[in-house]
């Protein structure tokens, strides 16, 4: 199970050829799909493969886009959902959003696709701008070439839950969180949908938007490591997290691309943190 960029005219060599050799997943918004696409490609929301939240949270975070949970793929009926967009375990799946202005939406579509068991996932660099850029075909109908069999074969490698956060700040394996919210998110300087705002103790901030060279594409690997903090290359139990766990895939994607680590993702983040009142959080602002 692993992931890699994708350039542009490596994309289109796929579409050139007679049998596509595997599936193209859309993660922008619905109505960005459907004003055009590149051709064969299906469209997938993360909003749509959440848990809700408990209750007596505001109900703004009963709203997609407010609560980052993943549901659990059996109770949500992963594997038929997926078959039926085209997707199999077996063969590989090209994830693409636009760059920095999707706020990390193909790295959350490409990180859930990985969790859940796909062999072989990439991520588009530059997204959809750099498709048109190179010239690539586009079109308003959705497609696929494949019968789906997506079987659901969860990679625990690459998530970490509230629970066994919890039960480290008692053990000897301490976690190391990277932050990967803007600065005025991680002092405090926050929504007020939040339960509250800060960030997790300990955490160091790598804002999601440095990962980015401009607008579309990511740091190549050199930039990427001016900014990789080094005591994640030597700590076994650090992972990213940031409001609902989107820019926090895109990061830790990225790190495997460049490191061949795997790092999980707290895809709960600091939502679920907040609203529990023992838990600590630290303000800045």
């Not at 009963?62 to 793929?73: I, Q, R, S, V």
């Not at 586009?138 to 696929?144: A, L």
């Not at 050199?222 to 992972?239: G, L, M, R, T, Y």
Request: aromatic letters at 12%; hydrophobic letters at 40%.
């Amino acid at each position: 199970m692993t992931v890699s960029l994708m350039e542009a005219p490596e994309l289109n060599t796929w579409l050139e050829r007679v049998f596509l050799p595997g599936s193209i997943v859309d993660a922008r918004t619905r109505a960005e799909f459907d004003a055009g696409h590149i051709p064969f490609a299906v469209h997938v929301d993360w909003e749509e493969w959440n848990d809700r939240p408990p209750r007596g949270v505001k109900l703004e975070l009963w709203e997609p886009g407010y609560w980052g949970a993943l549901k659990n793929p059996w109770n949500g009926n992963f594997s038929e959902r997926l078959s039926q967009l085209g997707l199999r375990n077996d063969k590989p799946i090209v994830v693409y959003a636009d760059g920095l202005k999707s706020k990390g939406r193909e790295g959350r579509i490409a990180w859930m696709l990985l969790y859940l068991g796909a062999s072989r996932v990439y991520i588009l660099n530059g997204g959809w701008s750099a498709w048109l850029q190179a010239g690539g075909d586009t079109e308003r109908i959705e497609t696929c070439r494949f019968d789906g069999n997506f079987q659901i074969v969860p990679d625990s490698r690459r998530r970490v839950d509230m629970k066994k956060l919890i039960n480290s700040c008692g053990s000897s394996e301490k976690f190391h969180a990277i932050d990967t919210r803007t600065a005025d998110e991680f002092v405090g300087k926050s929504y007020e949908y939040q339960a509250r705002t800060g960030h997790l103790p300990g955490a160091l901030r790598v804002g999601y938007e440095e990962l980015f060279d401009g607008d579309q594409r990511f740091v190549d690997s050199s930039k990427f490591f001016e900014i990789f903090p080094p005591h994640v290359a030597n700590s076994q139990s650090a992972f990213t997290y940031c409001e609902v766990g989107v820019r926090a895939s895109t990061y830790a994607l990225l790190v495997e691309v460049y490191t061949g680590r795997v790092l999980p993702v707290y895809d709960a983040s600091i939502m679920e943190w907040g609203i529990y009142r023992d838990l600590p959080i630290l303000k800045l602002a």
